[in-house]
């Protein structure tokens, strides 16, 4: 009997949505701002998962340019029917105030890998769509309705519209199946069908600390519905304690043996102010749904589980201890992500110079257009990053190296660039809430030639950068606070909503546009060597 300790998918995998095709599960989850769009994951035993890459990663299926923070993909749905893979998300374009300036897409693929067909529009009166096929082959769009507002009425409750294959759009009206529970701010809606009910799965209670998971269930797809009498089935409002905070927004699957399971997404705090600097990961939890009767947790509560027996399952690897890439390959591994934009040239290249990665300097890490950032997502809340590069800063204006980023309002950026008087220097700035210093009182003067490594160690709540520029391995400044790259520091700070997830980014910025390069040689991840798995 196999031990499962969640999180499955540790790190930024917010939003999991799963279905299973014969004996392989698929897990898809949001993105954000961060490309490639929809994050892909493949499992035969829901313990032990592949990353597979993104969906969405052509232009024309996603165009993310000037996207805020915490915008772009949000809460897709992955089924499968009729032989094909069949995918729908958000594009958030505006998220402030009383707006969601927000369009729904579907696209599909025969095969998980793509290629993934060209959207269809379906429609922008909310966000988090979600598929649904009948039995007799008719399909289901249910969706968030969005009112304009700024109190939780604006969460006016989930639609129903069919949508028509052969027309490739949406057809008939949309009609309110339901308004949501006490909990309220209903939105993630999925739905199943099961011993003659419909049984609509939503989030509710806001994606913090109140997080829920609720059901209800109805003989008739358009309802009335009618509530889980243990509402809310999964949650950990009422128990600070547990290790799994703000679990919601769950999808189910059952098993080719006939158990069924969900998936949803949770955090875990650290520090005395309990934030979140992995944002928002995916959990596996075991349910008991008996013919006719409602789902519940196997264990009868209603609080995730951070641990549990599954019989018939293998042993649980870690997701990912330790990750290098010396980017000798010609593509680059699925574990990279940028912002906004496609990894592409002319900003990136592997191949100008083979055995590095070359980024083009272009804008600042504050904007949100042409930034030439590669992004790998911290996994543990103890763990080393570092890089080693060559760059030749000609003026102040040209800067690369390594940051530590959540987003454009909050980051640490170590990086090297040229003084006054021509010499390399290294220096960090920090950017707190859009609140800027440097760390350094002045920048240090690299003397050494050729290549520097720049690198961080995070250890719960402390960040300390180190460098080594071939005098050996030297902390740079003093230790910083980890827990401003989280999702709930932006949030504090009255700066936005914060949806995502920390990440370590090589990056290159040149003032002057003239697209300065900095090559890199490597990049390493390690958890801490005395670590448990996914701590």
Not at 203 to 224: D, F, K, L, M, Q
Not at 303 to 322: D, H
Not at 505 to 532: E, N, V
């Amino acid at each position: 009997m196999s031990r499962v300790r969640n999180p499955i998918l540790p790190g930024f995998h917010p939003d999991p949505s799963i279905c299973r095709v014969g004996d392989t599960y698929y897990l898809a989850t949001s993105t954000f701002e961060w490309w490639p769009g929809v994050r892909l994951h493949r499992s035969r035993d829901l313990v032990n998962w592949e990353p597979l890459g993104g969906a969405l990663t052509r232009r024309s299926q996603l165009n993310m340019r000037g996207n805020p923070d915490s915008g772009g993909v949000w809460a897709p749905c992955l089924t499968h029917a009729d032989g094909r893979f069949w995918l729908v998300y958000s594009d958030a374009k505006s998220l402030q105030g009383p707006f969601k300036d927000v369009r729904n897409y579907l696209v599909t693929a025969e095969r998980i890998e793509g290629p993934w067909s060209d959207p269809v529009v379906l429609n922008s009166s909310g966000f988090d769509p979600s598929l649904f096929r009948d039995a007799d082959g008719r399909k289901w769009l249910v969706c968030q309705y969005w009112r304009n507002s700024t109190g939780r009425d604006a969460f006016a409750g989930i639609t129903l519209q069919e949508y028509s294959v052969t027309q490739r759009k949406l057809v008939g009206e949309p009609r309110v199946i339901f308004t949501g529970s006490p909990l309220g701010i209903t939105e993630g809606p999925h739905l199943y069908r099961k011993d003659g009910y419909y049984y609509l799965v939503t989030a509710e209670g806001g994606t913090g600390w109140e997080h829920a998971v609720t059901v209800c269930r109805s003989r008739n797809i358009e309802g009335p519905y009618e509530l889980h009498p243990q509402n809310p089935i999964l949650t950990s409002l009422d128990r600070p304690d547990a290790v799994l905070q703000k679990a919601g927004h769950a999808s189910f699957v059952e098993a080719p043996d006939g158990r069924w399971f969900l998936v949803h997404l949770c955090s875990r705090p650290v520090g005395a102010h309990r934030r979140c600097i992995l944002g928002r990961e995916t959990a596996l939890q075991p349910l008991v749904w008996p013919a006719g009767e409602w789902p519940r947790l196997a264990d009868d509560g209603h609080v995730p589980l951070a641990e549990f027996e599954l019989p018939g399952a293998p042993e649980q690897r870690p997701y990912l201890e330790s990750f290098h890439d010396d980017f000798s390959s010609r593509e680059l591994s699925p574990h990279w992500n940028s912002l906004r934009e496609p990894l592409e040239s002319p900003w990136m290249s592997l191949s100008e110079r083979p055995g590095w990665l070359r980024l083009r300097g272009r804008y600042s890490l504050q904007s949100t257009f042409d930034q030439s950032a590669l992004g790998f997502r911290l996994l543990h809340h103890r763990c080393r990053v570092a890089t080693r590069f060559e760059f030749d800063p000609e003026t102040f204006q040209h800067q690369a190296g390594l940051a530590l980023y959540y987003n454009t309002a909050n980051f640490y950026h170590a990086y090297v660039s040229a003084s006054d008087a021509g010499e390399r220097v290294v220096q960090i700035l920090a950017c707190d809430n859009r609140r800027y210093r440097f760390v350094l009182p002045e920048p240090r003067v690299i003397a050494a030639q050729g290549a520097v490594i720049l690198g961080a160690r995070i250890d719960g709540e402390v960040l300390q950068f180190f460098l080594d520029d071939g005098t050996g391995e030297q902390l740079l400044g003093p230790a910083l606070d980890a827990t401003t790259l989280s999702d709930d520091y932006p949030v504090e700070g009255g700066v936005g909503w914060a949806f995502t997830g920390a990440f370590a980014l090589l990056c290159a910025q040149d003032a002057s546009d003239r697209g300065r390069p900095a090559d890199f040689d490597w990049f390493h991840y390690d958890s801490a060597p005395d670590s448990p798995q996914n701590s």
